[in-house]
């Protein structure tokens, strides 16, 4: 998913500003981590909608062929 590397780079910061006490680095890993979740969001759903599409688009085909309109 486009979003773990994001994510993962988040919680290391997140981590490491926790634990010196540096509220700026454990911000920046938390708002890292919420835009690798919206990245991951973003990817599901977009292959649910070409999904769909494709599913639409194979029952428009399909619904062609058995009435005859191709011939």
Excluded: F, Y
């Excluded at 700026?24 to 977009?46: C, F, W």
């Excluded at 292959?47 to 399909?62: F, N, P, Q, Y």
């Amino acid at each position: 998913m486009p979003g773990k590397v994001q994510k993962a780079k988040g919680r290391l910061k997140e981590t490491a500003g926790r634990a010196v006490g540096n509220r700026r680095l454990e911000r920046e890993g938390k708002r890292d981590r919420m835009i690798g979740a919206a990245r991951d969001k973003a990817h599901k759903l977009k292959k649910t909608a070409e999904r769909k599409i494709d599913e639409k688009l194979d029952e428009l085909e399909d619904d062609r062929g058995s009435d005859g309109a191709n011939e």
